[in-house]
T-cell receptor, first 113, second 114 residues
Framework: DAKTTQPPSMDCAEGRAANLPCNHSTISGNEYVYWYRQIHSQGPQYIIHGLKNNETNEMASLIITEDRKSSTLILPHATLRDTAVYYCIVRALRLTGANNLFFGTGTRLTVIP | DTEVTQTPKHLVMGMTNKKSLKCEQHMGHRAMYWYKQKAKKPPELMFV???????INESVPSRFSPECPNSSLLNLHLHALQPEDSALYLCASSQGRAGEYEQYFGPGTRLTVT
């Protein structure tokens, strides 16, 4: 799987949009971009994933650049409960080995009142 | 229902003990996973089961022994652990192994080896 690069930490004011970037410059055509988050001492929570097109669900939006080398997770109105570590992960469509959800170091998002 | 349950929530065991961690899901998922997470580190994959068969073992020491009795249950048997095995153990499940399927995680079992 392609590796990802994320900033180690970010702050966001409550009520504002949180934009979390991720670089995955070595991504290949059959690899999905996934976002998970982990609130302190809990299991990771699935947020959203996409292949080529932008995606939106009730939690967030995922914007993938046309060349697919980077993406941005957008939390439209951040709340204090969104404070967590956010992981950007690239997964191949077909699993031929140990490429299940390689978690990088993630971005620690702190939502400030 | 997108819930994965894990028991126990906390476990303290000595190095000579034998214990088991349990994981259950009722979403009809056919792939199940064990991850290990040390403090302030990301989760690391240990095992993957697909259709109740072990498909990936990430070079995990034999003192960790996974078992998948049926499609809803996943166990992790522990024996002769070391203090450095203390960690949060996470179970996850997904509809299939392929990359298009998201994984759902349980809350984890926090293991302390004394």
């Amino acid at each position: 799987d392609a590796k990802t690069t994320q900033p180690p930490s970010m702050d966001c004011a409550e009520g504002r949009a949180a934009n979390l970037p991720c670089n995955h410059s070595t991504i290949s055509g059959n690899e999905y971009v996934y976002w998970y988050r982990q609130i302190h001492s809990q299991g990771p929570q699935y947020i959203i994933h996409g292949l080529k097109n932008n995606e939106t669900n009730e939690m967030a939006s995922l914007i993938i650049t046309e060349d697919r080398k980077s993406s941005t997770l957008i939390l439209p109105h951040a709340t204090l409960r969104d404070t967590a570590v956010y992981y950007c992960i690239v997964r191949a469509l077909r699993l031929t080995g140990a490429n299940n959800l390689f978690f990088g170091t993630g971005t620690r998002l702190t939502v400030i009142p | 229902d997108t819930e994965v349950t894990q028991t126990p929530k906390h476990l303290v065991m000595g190095m000579t003990n034998k214990k088991s961690l349990k994981c259950e899901q009722h979403m009809g998922h056919r792939a199940m996973y064990w991850y290990k997470q040390k403090a302030k580190k990301p989760p690391e994959l240990m095992f993957v089961y697909s259709y109740e068969k072990l498909s990936i073992n990430e070079s995990v020491p034999s003192r960790f022994s996974p078992e998948c009795p049926n499609s809803s249950l996943l166990n992790l048997h522990l024996h002769a652990l070391q203090p450095e095995d203390s960690a949060l153990y996470l179970c996850a499940s997904s509809q299939g192994r392929a990359g298009e399927y998201e994984q759902y995680f349980g809350p984890g079992t926090r293991l302390t080896v004394t």
